[in-house]
């Protein structure tokens, strides 16, 4: 039988495995554990000394033990190569109306309720207006000039050196990712995610018949570097989708060292780098990774989606050396879209009002995440059963972020709840093949503000939270 100390190291081990501890996180005093968990101190103390001899925690002179920055999930938590399946749950949830709920914290849309949004809106109609001028025409890829010439400049802005030549522009990101898949992979293949990721990109391995396996990654450090490491000596790797900034779901953002090491580790293999949330940092933000990129192997896919509206379904591709298997399928996909949009966006992104326009939302979104986190953590600090258990992410960009609860909350059956409640927020097993997410919970903070609708609403959220969970 495991000495009792034993058992203290394999609880801990569990909860940096699955989050509920993430790295900088602060652990129970000794002697609050030994309260919690009705052992003597002693035997807290020599599992303390094991976890920091395996280098998993850290003794900090003031604070007292923390989980060590470089904390690493277990080689049990990599998944095997398996098919996905989660193409039923995601269409119930997504085809959820919007309109009936109090709290539509569950999708990720951005605030459209800026000025520069109505005026794009304004020059969407004046094109509409002017079709008839023109005669008819299939909006050919590689995309509309000015659009593509407005595109350069923005990705400049972030670093990457490219040119009109190099742009594709898609319907979305979702066909940037989707098409990069297709050019890259044969049904069959092995794609490496981050685990939690993204549903949009594991639906599209689900449809394209690829085979996924899941690397852990830290809600604020990003993808496990060891483990990925660990999982591309093990098998043949066709591709890595992976969203390096303010990432869906969690928020995390890479640091530059830990890209440049990714880039290095991953060596020869194509990345498709999710750019979507990146130009929402509140403060500074790495350079991309295809920026870093000196093998041409990094397919940079952003969009306007949760930048301006995801309505407008404006997306690009930069796919360094994939450029031209890309853009055969792009043509061939839809024969040329979305010819009035294309002209219209184009448009308005010359008169600069999308720049200002973003540093506006970034200084929103930063408050709003701030409001959004005091007042969230407030209302869930006030039941015993999740004071001091559970982790909400604090991301440095984006609108999203992610709840890890005990391990015994069912996020699906808190969906459900407050579903009944008009609360709509997303289960963490949309972000996997497996279950290990299931106790956590993404909620975006796009719309927040302090008033009745979010002040009820994240109360009775946390009500319903705190129900499901265990009193002892
Ligand atoms: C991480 C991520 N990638 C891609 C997409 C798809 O974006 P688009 O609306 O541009 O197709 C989304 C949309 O939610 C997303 O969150």
């Not at 509309?144 to 010439?149: A, D, F, G, P, Y």
Request: with cysteine.
């Amino acid at each position: 039988m495991s000495k009792k100390y034993q058992l203290v190291v394999k609880l801990i081990n569990e909860r940096i495995d699955r989050q509920s501890y993430q790295p900088g996180d602060k652990l129970p005093s000794i002697r609050e554990l030994s309260t919690q968990l009705a052992i003597s101190k002693n035997t807290v103390i020599r599992a303390y000394q094991q976890l920091e001899a395996s280098q998993l925690i850290e003794a900090h002179p003031r604070s007292g033990y923390v989980v060590a920055r470089r904390a690493s999930p277990s080689i049990a938590t990599i998944s095997e190569p398996g098919y996905v399946d989660l193409m039923s749950l995601s269409k119930e949830i997504m085809s959820l109306p919007l309109s009936r709920h109090v709290l539509a914290a569950g999708s990720a849309h951005p605030d459209t309720d800026f000025p520069a949004i109505r005026s794009l809106y304004a020059e969407i109609g004046r094109h509409s207006r002017y079709q008839t001028n023109i005669p008819s025409h299939y909006q050919l890829p590689p995309g509309n000039e000015e659009l593509i010439r407005q595109i350069v400049f923005l990705t400049q802005d972030l670093g990457i050196t490219t040119s009109a030549k190099e742009i594709l522009i898609t319907h979305g990101a979702q066909q940037a990712i989707s098409l990069s898949l297709q050019a890259i992979t044969q049904p069959g293949d092995i794609v490496l995610v981050e685990s939690p990721s993204y549903f949009g990109n594991l639906l599209l391995l689900e449809s394209l018949g690829l085979k996924v396996v899941e690397i852990p990654a830290s809600v604020t450090t990003g993808i496990d570097l060891k483990a990925l490491e660990q999982a591309l000596e093990r098998w043949d790797v066709a591709a890595i989708i992976i969203n390096p900034s303010f990432n869906n779901p969690t928020g995390y953002l890479m640091s530059q060292p830990d890209r440049l090491h990714f880039l290095d580790i991953t060596h020869g293999i194509p990345i498709i780098e999710d750019d979507v949330f990146g130009r929402l940092a509140y403060g500074h933000r790495p350079s991309p990774l295809k920026a870093l990129d000196s093998e041409n192997r990094v397919i940079y896919c952003n969009s306007l989606s949760k930048t301006l509206d995801s309505r407008l379904r404006i997306g690009w591709v930069i796919a360094g050396q994939y450029q031209h298997q890309i853009e055969k399928r792009l043509m061939t996909d839809n024969m040329g879209s979305l010819n009035l949009m294309q002209s219209a966006v184009g448009q308005f992104l010359t008169t600069g009002k999308y720049r200002q326009h973003l540093s506006k939302i970034r200084k929103s979104y930063s408050k709003k995440h701030r409001l959004f986190y005091q007042t969230f953590t407030m209302e869930l600090d006030h039941y015993p059963q999740l004071k001091n258990q559970y982790h909400l992410s604090q991301p440095e960009g984006g609108f999203l972020c992610w709840l890890t609860l005990p391990e015994t909350a069912d996020s699906n059956a808190i969906y459900r709840d407050a579903l009944q409640h008009d609360i709509t927020i997303l289960p963490g097993n949309m972000f996997s093949t497996q279950s290990q997410h299931n106790h956590c919970i993404r909620i975006s903070f796009a719309t927040f503000e302090i008033n009745d609708s979010w002040t009820k609403g994240l109360k009775t959220l946390a009500r319903i939270i705190a129900s499901h969970l265990d009193t002892r």
